[in-house]
């Protein structure tokens, strides 16, 4: 079993940062792709961000220029850097990888964290 544990969400004023961090644990041989999604309410996930396990790395458009997502493979966590804050931001965002255990590749979600842009 391969369980992701977020944190870092919270409430920000427009044009603050936010860092989101996500830590995967558990059997794990490798790990693709770790990614950010965003979900409101009514609404399905958007694909925020997303990074390979070579680093490469791939935006959604209304986040380009003030978002970046980085991972230390060593230690099976991705971050997200939040620049430049809008309203538009707050979501629950969750994280997501690709895990090889050795027995099954799967794809698994975390808990989710809430941001809030407000003023």
């Known amino acids: 079993q391969v369980q992701l544990v977020e944190s870092g969400g919270g409430l920000v004023q427009p044009g603050g940062s936010l860092r989101l961090s996500c830590t995967a644990s558990?059997?794990?041989?490798?790990?693709?792709?770790m990614d950010w999604y965003r979900q409101t309410p009514g609404k399905g996930r958007e694909l925020v961000a997303r990074?390979?396990?070579?680093?490469?790395?791939n935006y959604g458009d209304s986040v380009k220029g003030r978002f970046t997502i980085s991972r230390d493979n060593t230690k099976n966590t991705v971050t997200l850097q939040m620049n430049n804050l809008k309203p538009e931001d707050t979501a629950v965002y969750y994280c997501?990888?690709?895990?090889?255990?050795?027995?099954?590749?799967?794809?698994?979600w975390g808990q989710g964290t809430q941001v809030t842009v407000s003023s």
């Open positions: 558990g059997i794990i041989l490798i790990i693709y792709t």
């Open positions: 997501n990888a690709d895990v090889n255990t050795g027995w099954s590749r799967n794809n698994y």
């Open positions: 990074i390979t396990n070579s680093g490469t790395t």
